[in-house]
């Protein structure tokens, strides 16, 4: 008898097993020599047909499309289409870029995100359960998964506890990090937004700086990475009301997640508007679109601008973490997976184009107001684009105030959609792999991992939290997912078979996949995420190595400040 891959077409196709115990005459029937083996076949035929009709009837599906359609865009648009895809693009040739980040979504990523929304779709099954009907012997990939989207969860939430912190701080008449008369302030912080004519001196720290560096993460207070310091009980508290958020959105599964989106997922892109809109009535605004966009032709000659391309579409859409594979094993068999996976990694691209504008305009007032170049303002990477520049910037409009609540408010709607399904990827995991557990209680299951969770984050809640973030956010994901999703692509195309697959989805679908997805999977695709892994591995670290000695010399000098300061 032939193998069964899933429910449906176990049941319902010409898989040699009709779910009664029964085998077809066709493909099951066996000389009459020969009739013990067959009568044994047709028992563990029958058996194994009913066990997995069984557990897909019970599995759950999405209440309707739009909800499965919001949680991958909430789970694709993310903080990095904020903050990572404008420096990215400004860096690397403004509106040149645009053509290596094309080519690569088109060539690498969505086709990968393709293969992952229509692998869990058919197969019905999280990251870990998915290989034994796949390739079992790469079943370690699921693990790996698991554990990346736990590592991941501690310290991207703390990210989302920084913005917290911002959001509460931002209900005052005056936001705390306009002024350098706060107790944090020190005697370097200079305000060039004052009426008085202040001259910005080489030492010279803005107090949106000060607010973030001394106040939220207090930096200052930890020698390094070998010396942590104690834990922040700010920032603490605002992470346990995240998670308290995160649980009680995904604790009952995909029916509860995907309600919670129609707000988290639709929200970002209100905010997105207003601030496009206010950001371009700015005096100065039009000087940061220019230099957002103006292309250096000489830069697409170059290597890094190419790989840069690579990783920013590919860590933009997701493939990798489990979480396509999970959300996709929700939906009804027959869903055109391929039409979703066209629309979500559009809007995706499209949000990061539009997210530039909103930052570079503000940029573009910054740099007016400072009479300076906007290459001069736009140094920040990272989150000190969001925390610093941008929240300096809002600090010196009119009604600052509500244009800092609502922008804090979107980036944290951002990360929940992402931590929703960063961890519905593992829950998925390790349920469909130990289905006892989902018999007992999703519920206590879901609570613990959010306990494990939140006891892992403790580490980049201490003073010295900013320097884990870093090195967890450098060096443990980037290798260890191109890693992932390589494998998964070989293993896929090579080991499971193209024509395996293509027939999967044209059972699926009624049409199987042309020449250019055929093409991309086995070939392109793989290539694209080695290219990008050996990049990370040969040249990567260091400029890593020269990034954090700079990161650490920065807060190293805040800290001799303070001690000046005190001695003083």
Known sequence: AGKISNGYSGVQSSVPCNGMGEVEDAQCTAPAATTTTTTTTSTTCGAEGQQQLMELEDRETWSKKIDFLLSVIGYAVDLGNVWRFPYICYQNGGGAFLIPYTIMAIFGGIPLFYMELALGQYHRNGCISIWRKICPIFKGIGFAICVIDLYVASYYNTIMAWVFYYLVSSFTTELPWTSCHNAWNTGNCTTYFSKDNV?????????????????????????????????SWQLTLCLLLIFIIVYFSIWKGVKTSGKVVWVTATFPYVILFILLVRGATLPGAWRGVLYYLKPEWQKLLATEVWVDAAAQIFFSLGPGFGVLLAYASYNKFHNNCYQDALVTSTVNCLTSFVSGFVIFTVLGYMAEMRNEDVSEVAKDMGPSLLFITYAEAIANM???????????????????DSTFAGLEGVITGVLDEFPHIRSKRREFFVLGLIIICFL????????????????????????????????????????????????????????TPGWYWRVCWVAISPIFLLVSFLHILFFFPQYNKITIEQFCAIFDSYREQSRSRWSL
């Open 398 to 416: 009119p009604a600052s105030t509500f244009f800092a609540i609502i922008f804090f408010l979107m980036l944290l709607t951002l990360g929940l």
């Open 456 to 511: 892992g984050s403790l580490a980049t809640l201490t003073f010295g939290g900013a320097y884990v973030v870093k090195l967890f956010e450098e060096y443990a994901t980037g290798p260890a997912v191109l890693t992932v999703v390589f494998l998964e692509a070989v293993a896929v195309a090579w080991f499971y078979g193209i024509t395996q697959f293509c027939n999967d989805v044209k059972e699926m679908l009624g049409f």
């Open 199 to 231: 001259s910005w001196a080489l030492h010279s720290i803005s107090p949106a700086e000060e607010f973030y560096t001394r106040q939220v993460l207090q930096v200052h207070r930890s020698h390094g990475l070998d010396d942590l310091g104690g834990i």
